[in-house]
């Protein structure tokens, strides 16, 4: 069982929807969460990061962070067809959180 | 700040060759990350540097691979006896310190014939 699973998709939201993207991790030490999103072809840019239970929001995007249930989520609203990407979700792992352990990622497709 | 940079971005290599990739942290980060990723899948932990120290390394990096930081800025993977299965984007991320957002450079794109 991977540590952090995320369901791979393909979302597909229509332009100027809510786009909600789920992650759930095993590891309960765990302590920070963080949301990438990758171009294809290009390298994981990060977006959200979140350390507490609860809502963190930045502009469109709001991260929420449930600890007693393992789960993480990204809501994107007012989805735009350049939101198209992968999302990948990662979790601080190891000793003193040294090294991310990542998901294998949600497509999501924004349909103009 | 002008970002993780890695060198080469792409190489194309015989296997039974040996292969070196350079990165170049964000300058004020004392952290350094290697990961390894697969077409569809999420980035794989290999090893991290604090300042020139490595001090984590995955089950993943065998015997053919070793990476160094001598001087606590730029690091350097080499992969010796390149396999069929080495063929990966290969990702440099530095970050301030354990915890902290990781920032990941364009990475390294190796194919092996």
């Known amino acids: 069982q991977k540590e952090v699973e995320q369901n791979s998709g393909p979302l597909s939201v229509p332009e100027g929807a809510i786009a909600s993207l789920n992650c759930t991790y095993s590891d309960r030490g765990s302590q920070s969460f963080f949301w990438y999103r990758q171009y294809s072809g290009k390298s994981p840019e990060l977006i959200m990061s979140i350390y507490s239970n609860g809502d963190k929001e930045d502009g469109r995007f709001t991260a929420q962070l449930n600890k007693a249930s393992q789960y993480v989520s990204l809501l994107i609203r007012d989805s735009q067809p350049s939101d198209s990407a992968t999302y990948l979700c990662a979790g601080a792992t190891g000793s003193a959180g040294n090294m991310l352990t990542f998901g294998g990622g949600t497509r999501l497709m924004v349909k103009p | 700040d002008t970002g993780v940079s890695q060198d080469p971005r792409h190489k194309i290599t015989k296997r039974g060759q040996n292969v070196t990739f350079r990165c170049d942290p964000i300058?004020?980060?004392?952290?350094l990350y290697w990961y390894r990723q697969t077409l569809g899948q999420g980035p794989e932990f290999l090893t991290y540097f604090q300042n020139e120290a490595q001090l984590e390394k995955s089950r993943l990096l065998s015997d053919r691979f070793s990476a160094e930081r001598p001087k606590g800025s730029f690091s350097t993977l080499e992969i010796q006896r390149t396999e069929q299965g080495d063929s990966a984007m290969y990702l440099c991320?530095?970050?301030?310190?354990?915890?902290?957002?990781?920032?990941f450079g364009d990475g390294t794109r190796l194919s092996i014939l």
């Open positions: 300058s004020e980060h004392n952290r």
């Open positions: 991320a530095s970050s301030l310190q354990g915890e902290q957002p990781q920032h």
